[in-house]
Every structure is written in structure tokens, then in C-alpha cells.
């Protein structure tokens, strides 16, 4: 083999080792960085009702749209999907609980160091069952999408919590 030929296999050698390293590096980086916070949630946190003055209220209040979640039901209680050693583990939700790494909180979950220690709160209100994220350092995620302001939560929706999934039944 020629001198030339050694050295393009060389180059061709090297560059295959960088994209290698590269590939290395992107799948380690998608693991640390958690889930993608594609769209952001939409949701009004004050509704007409909760206006605390007429002056405040819309004179005319428009019909809710009809979507999958009104079909899908009001959720009583949070399973554990992840972590394994968790999994099953199912919380009724009929007042108010407080997830985190706190000794305080109603669901407990002391392993998990991406939660913080107040992290979410998921409570009863008006016959619907919402979810708050409590100013948490990594976020409360819902069906992949951050919490940005209270939610409500419909049966088959995913919680996630640093790395722990709750899903609601």
C-alpha cells in the first residue's frame, strides 16, 4: 500500500472515532438533561368563578371545549410506574397530598435526588383533581410538558418528578 492510501485510511479512522466519541457524548447528554420541554402547557389559573370581585368577572363566560380528558374521567389515585423498586405502589387522593424528599411530605420519596424536598402538590378541588408544582428546582413534568401553572389532572395522565413517574387512576 502506498504511502497516500495509509494516510486517507488514517483520516477515515480518526473521523470514525469522532463521530463515535460524539455519539458517546449526545447519548449522555440526553440522559442527564431529562425529558425535552417541547410545549409548555397552557393552562388559565383563575377561572371566571374564582374572580374575587363582579368587576373582575367576563360578562359572558364561554362553553369549555370538549376534549379527550372530559371523557376520560377524574383520577383517585397516583401508581408508581418508575422506579422499579416502587413500582405498584398506588396513593388515594382524597385530600390533599404533597410529593417530595421531605420527611413532611404525604408521599415520601427520600431516594430520589432530582426531587426537591417540597416539590408538587396534587389536590381535590371542585370535583376535578389538580396538580402544582411547588417552585421545584428540575420541574414538574406532565405528559412530558413542564408545569408551568396548576393543572388538572384526568385519568391516564403521567406525573413525573425528578426521576420518579406517577401515573393517574
Not at 497516500?4 to 458517546?24: C, G, K, P, S, T
Not at 402544582?132 to 418528578?161: F, M, W
Request: charged share 20%.
Amino acid at each position: 500500500m502506498s504511502e497516500a492510501q495509509l494516510n486517507i485510511l488514517n483520516y477515515a479512522l480518526l473521523a470514525l472515532l469522532y463521530l463515535f466519541f460524539a455519539r458517546v457524548l449526545w447519548a449522555v447528554w440526553s440522559e442527564v438533561r431529562g425529558p425535552r420541554l417541547g410545549i409548555q402547557q397552557q393552562v388559565v389559573t383563575r377561572s371566571a368563578h374564582d374572580a374575587t370581585s363582579p368587576a373582575e368577572r367576563p360578562a359572558a363566560v364561554a362553553a369549555p371545549k370538549k376534549n379527550n380528558r372530559a371523557k376520560r374521567g377524574v383520577p383517585s389515585k397516583l401508581v408508581v410506574l418508575e422506579p422499579k423498586v416502587r413500582k405498584g405502589s398506588a396513593y388515594p387522593i382524597k385530600s390533599e397530598l404533597t410529593l417530595g424528599r421531605a420527611p413532611t411530605c404525604s408521599i415520601g420519596i427520600p431516594d430520589d435526588t432530582f426531587a426537591s424536598q417540597l416539590h408538587t402538590r396534587v389536590f381535590p378541588h371542585d370535583g376535578a383533581v389538580w396538580v402544582e408544582d411547588l417552585g421545584s428546582t428540575n420541574g414538574t413534568h406532565v405528559n412530558g410538558a413542564r408545569l408551568t401553572a396548576p393543572l388538572q389532572l384526568a385519568v391516564g395522565d403521567r406525573v413525573q418528578i425528578g426521576s420518579t413517574i406517577f401515573e393517574a387512576q
